[in-house]
T-cell receptor, first 114, second 113 residues
Framework: DAGVTQSPTHLIKTRGQQVTLRCSPI?????VSWYQQVLGQGPQFIFQ???????GRGNFPDRFSARQFPNYSSELNVNALLLGDSALYLC?????????????FGAGSRLTVL | QKEVEQDPGPLSVPEGAIVSLNCTYS??????FMWYRQYSRKGPELLMY????GNKEDGRFTAQVDKSSKYISLFIRDSQPSDSATYLC?????????????FGTGTRLTVIP
């Protein structure tokens, strides 16, 4: 089975631009989450979508938005990019295991903002 | 104060050593505890997860949770050079459908042949 796939793997943008990152979950997984991982830090929760509905949102500004499609794939959009948005953006899909939502992460999209 | 604290290291050990990795946390509502391994330029990979307090063993890896002390540990026995990676602890509350994991900073481990 294919794991969580993300695209693009790397991209470079300039301040003020907009970016769209894409994620395909593991087949059968209906929940997708997005995390931001700044260099040297642990991942930080941005969004969770389940069955196309937003189920949770982390402490990120409104410049960050996301959506989930009927095939459970997802997009993360970031507007008006800032230098501080440079990070690895991770997508994770999940199933409930023993009552816990166990996340499987993709390899990430590395965004550099110049 | 961060909700999850983890010593970033780096930690270097000789091959075959026992490695101990630890995290502390402040939110007593955390019930699920996980350890992820992250190789350079890759996404985190789930190693272990435990519910509430206790121990869990899987091969060379043992996860321990002490909720009374708000302290979790991961032990790696007979460490191998392939174990060289960043180890992230993560935890969450019991909320159906919620995937808001709180991560530590990660501990960078190098196992020297």
């Amino acid at each position: 089975d294919a794991g969580v796939t993300q695209s693009p793997t790397h991209l470079i943008k300039t301040r003020g631009q907009q970016v769209t990152l894409r994620c395909s979950p593991i087949s059968g997984h209906k929940s997708v989450s997005w995390y931001q991982q700044v260099l040297g830090q642990g991942p930080q929760f941005i969004f969770q979508y389940y069955e196309k509905e937003e189920r949770g949102r982390g402490n990120f500004p409104d410049r960050f938005s996301a959506r989930q499609f009927p095939n459970y794939s997802s997009e993360l959009n970031v507007n008006a990019l800032l230098l501080g948005d440079s990070a690895l953006y991770l997508c994770a899909s999940s199933l409930v295991r023993d009552g816990a939502n166990v996340l499987t992460f993709g390899a990430g999209s590395r965004l550099t903002v110049l | 104060q961060k909700e999850v604290e983890q010593d970033p290291g780096p930690l270097s050990v000789p091959e075959g050593a026992i490695v101990s990795l630890n995290c502390t946390y402040s939110n007593s509502a955390f019930q699920y505890f996980m350890w992820y391994r992250q190789y350079s330029r890759k996404g985190p990979e789930l190693l272990m997860y435990t519910y509430s307090s206790g121990n869990k063993e899987d091969g060379r890896f043992t996860a321990q949770v002490d909720k009374s002390s708000k302290y979790i540990s991961l032990f790696i026995r007979d460490s191998q050079p392939s174990d060289s990676a960043t180890y992230l602890c993560a935890m969450t509350t019991v909320q159906t459908g919620a995937n808001n994991l709180f991560f530590g900073t990660g501990t960078r481990l190098t196992v020297i042949p």
